[in-house]
């Protein structure tokens, strides 16, 4: 009986000691479990926040795009406008030179008398 105690003491302690191993690898376990949820929590939030920023930026550029096209017509006629009024300030500027001439023609022709 004595030799039947001293064989379960081993067994004791061997189980005591599994027992104890399963419950350190669980916490660790647990634990590991804890800090990737936490990781994938973060990871979300940041994706959730990148994927927003972008979305907010595309819209920005879209609109930018928007004025600069309306921005370019604009330039477009104004450059087309510019180009008129070039061409009338020419005209002008030969009929006032004819006119100028005319008029001191006459003032000579006036002052010859």
């Not at 039947?4 to 660790?28: E, G, M, R």
């Not at 804890?34 to 979300?44: D, I, K, P, Y």
């Amino acid at each position: 009986m004595k030799n039947q105690k001293l064989n379960f003491l081993p067994q004791t302690l061997f189980a005591t000691l599994c027992l104890c191993l399963f419950l350190a690898s669980s916490a660790v376990v647990a634990r590991d479990i804890s800090n990737e949820q936490r990781a994938a929590s973060e990871a979300r939030e940041r994706y959730n926040q990148a994927k927003s920023n972008n979305a907010k930026l595309a819209e920005q550029v879209s609109a930018q795009e928007k004025r600069v096209t309306d921005e370019q017509a604009r330039l477009k006629t104004l450059q087309e406008n510019q180009a008129k009024a070039n061409t009338e300030l020419q005209s002008a500027e030969a009929d006032l030179e004819t006119k100028v001439n005319a008029l001191e023609k006459v003032w000579d022709e006036r002052n010859k008398n």
